[in-house]
C-alpha cells in the first residue's frame, strides 16, 4: 500500500530534534510520498535540504501562508518569484485567506492569493488552498479567475456539504486530514456523499494530529489514522483508500 500526504511541513521546528526518524516512521508506514507547502520564503533553505536528503520521497511547493501576508506581502512575493525560477516546484501553496487570528490584512490577502493563482496557471501548476473563517471570500475570489487552468486542493477541508460540493466545482480535491477522526470535526457526517475521485489525504503535520493523538504534535506517519476512518466512511478497505487517495494526488501533482 502507498499512501500520499498531500500537506506536510516537515521542515519546520517543531521536528528538529527527530527529523529523520519523522520521516522513516512515514516510510515504514507505507506513507512514501511526501508534499510540502511552504510558508514564507525564509523557510527555503530547510525545505530544500529535507528535498536534498529525500529527493524520491518529497515534493516541494512554493507560496506565501496567509498569515503571513503583511504590509510588505509585494517584496515577499517578489522574494518567492525569484526562487520559483531557479528550482522545480510541484504546486503552488499554501495560498489562500485566513480571517482567524487577523483581518487586518484582508486585502493584501486577496491580492496575494489572486497573483499566485496567477503564478499556478503560468505554470500549469496546482494550487493548495488555505481556507480559515473565509469560505464566502476564498469562493468570490475562485468565481473571477475559474477557469479550465484553475485546479489543486483545498487543503484541510472543514466546511459543510455544500461548501464541499462547490470547492470541488472549481476542479479541486478535498484535502482531508485529522479533523476527520475528531467526534466534533462534523466532516464525516457527510463525506460520503462526495465520489473518492475527489479526495486526497493530508496530516498538515505538525498541527492537527488525528485521534488518538489530538492535541499532540502530528506526523505524516499518523495519515494511516486518517485512512482507517475513511474506509470505515466510504465502507471500503484501507487498501482501496490508498490506492484511490494517491491516484487522485498523481492527477493533481502530476507526478
Known sequence: MTFTDTHTHLYVEQFEEDRDLVVKRALDAGVSRLFVPAIDA??????????????????????????????NYKEELDKISNIMNRHQFYGIGEIGIDLYWDKTFIKEQQEAFKTQINWAKEKNLP????CRDAFDEIFEVLDDVKDEKLFGIFHCFTGDLEQAKKAVSYNMKLGIG??????????DKFLDQIPLKDIVLETDAPYLAP?????????????????????????????EIARITTQNSKEVFGI
Request: proline share 5%.
Open 42 to 71: 525564509s523557510y527555503f533553505p530547510a525545505m530544500f535540504d529535507l528535498e536534498k536528503k529525500y529527493p524520491e520521497q518529497v515534493f516541494l511547493m512554493a507560496g506565501l501562508h496567509p498569515t503571513h501576508v503583511k504590509g
Open 127 to 130: 494550487i493548495v488552498i488555505h
Open 178 to 187: 485529522g479533523v476527520v477522526t475528531f467526534k466534533n470535526g462534523k466532516i
Open 211 to 239: 485521534t488518538p493523538f489530538r492535541g499532540k504534535r502530528n506526523e505524516s506517519s499518523y495519515l494511516l489514522k486518517v485512512a482507517e476512518k475513511m474506509a470505515e466512511i466510504y465502507q471500503v478497505n484501507k487498501g
